[in-house]
């Protein structure tokens, strides 16, 4: 009877050993240095946003001179969606357009290129 007993604590104590959730290691966490991003824009970045705004209009007006409306998009652009622009177009990364996009769709940048549409 004491060796059943036995085996079946044993028994028991295996199975229940699966059913214990893994403890989380406490490994220290690597620390990344920190980069801070650019507050500032540069002459070379803003020369090289506003080509890429005016690339992305020109693809959308084809023949139209798009200068009054790429200063519309420059001038309502905040310092940082500038500077990503111009980042992503050093890079090659895709996503200018949707920048320049959404930029173009605030209502300020509409009324902007609208005013600027009537004078041209």
Do not use: H, W
Not at 12 to 39: Q, R, S, Y
Request: proline share 8%; hydrophobic share 45%.
């Amino acid at each position: 009877m004491r060796f059943n007993l036995t085996a079946v604590f044993a028994a028991g104590t295996l199975a229940l050993a699966g059913c214990v959730a893994p403890m989380p290691t406490t490994a220290p966490v690597p620390t990344t240095p920190t980069t801070t991003a650019p507050t500032t824009l540069d002459a070379a970045s803003r020369s090289l946003a506003r080509s890429v705004v005016n690339s992305e209009m020109e693809k959308r007006l084809p023949g139209v001179n798009v200068a009054p409306y790429s200063d519309c998009v420059i001038n309502n652009a905040t310092t940082a969606e500038l500077i990503d622009i111009a980042q992503m177009a050093r890079s090659g990364t895709m996503g200018t357009a949707d920048s320049v996009a959404s930029i173009v769709s605030r209502p300020a940048t509409t009324q902007c290129i609208a005013n600027a549409a009537q004078s041209v």
